[in-house]
């Protein structure tokens, strides 16, 4: 079959990745794609937001299913496009409908979610700018630090997590009535901040069965330590050393089951990835937050460690069989390692050559923030490289990713070189 893959980033060149391994995958076109893309697809320079041209290259080409990486066309309703369009129906899109894309698209549509079916999370309320005096009031009755979150999509950097009273207030004021997140922030969540240490679940779905897959954590800080900004990620492990069995079945029994449930039973049409962001708080899982699709950089340790074919599982997703598969998965730790660009996640410089991709061995390198120019390999993001490597040991893969790491190089190339250190 042809399949498209939506996305440019890491996540979409790990599909690509395993998706042109499967014996099921005739033709694989990537939209917009990255360099690492164009290796082992065909890149085709359409956003992921304009359906129309999306449409006209799914039937010319003959594509019957579409895999969705990124939040934005899915909050946006691709999958709505498709079902609606007569031409369209019978693709197979791997991702929910707007209405489940909610979850990520609205923190108080996924917060009202979790309270109505009994799903553990953080207590909250939302302010908006006519209620940013009431905001303040709230902030005032919560313990610190104060987390703010812009209910909508902010790219990853929406939240902050702030230990002075004043200075949240002040932040919820300019988040509020300046927009400090764009459209985003013109409601915020505030809710009490929980203090644990927080994993990743993932979560693929046809609608009423479900698989599970390798839990994984992320860093999200700049920093060493975790201090500094957020950005889209740093770097990934999985699976979770934490995470036991009996950890594991605490998060099924309560958080899993009761999302797809509630999914269900909201006649919510939701045929794709559920992104779990939890922490574990006194031995239990509390939500963080969902995304309704894979994490990034999580994507590049979980897919490599699966070991049953994605084409396989998404064709299930489809035909609302998932219940029919059993997942094998590679016992060993995988991590990876971003690189990124000198100034990000602020201010940053693309067009930066990148040598020493050729020279890495033992590690799959997956490509972020790149393109290629005058047959060059440049830089064209933020994060630019995730290099994922595999062990019995966590420590001795990040090993192999750093070693690898030094045999990269464009100007003012950064990545964090403590990741692990809470594990």
Known sequence: MNILVLGSGGREHTFAYKIANSPQCDTLYVAPGNAGTSKIATNVAIAVTDFPAIKNLVIEKNITMVVVGPEDPLVRGIKDFFDADEA?????????SKEGAQLEGSKEYAK??????NIPTAAYQSFTKETVAEGKRFLETLQAPYVLKADGLA???????????????????DMLTNEKFGEASRKVVVEEFLDGIELSVFVLTDGKNYVTLPTAKDYKRIGEGDTGLNTGGMGAISPVPFADSVFMSKIDEQVVRPTVEGLAKEEIDYKGFIFIGLIKVGGEPKVIEYNVRMGDPETEVVLPRLQTDLVSLFQHVAQGTLNEVSLEVDSRYATTVMTVSGGYPEAYEKGKEIKGIDSISDSLVFHAGTKIEEGKVITNGGRVLAVTSFDQ?????????????????FEKMYYRKDLGFDL
């Open 112 to 117: 009202e979610f979790l309270f109505r079916h």
């Open 88 to 96: 369209l129906k019978d693709v197979a899109v791997i991702g929910p």
């Open 393 to 409: 040991d966590f420590k001795e893969a990040l090993k192999k990713s750093y070693t690898n790491i030094e045999k990269l190089n």
């Open 155 to 173: 790219a990853g950097k929406g939240v902050l997590i702030l230990e002075d009273l004043k200075r949240a207030q002040e932040e919820l004021e």
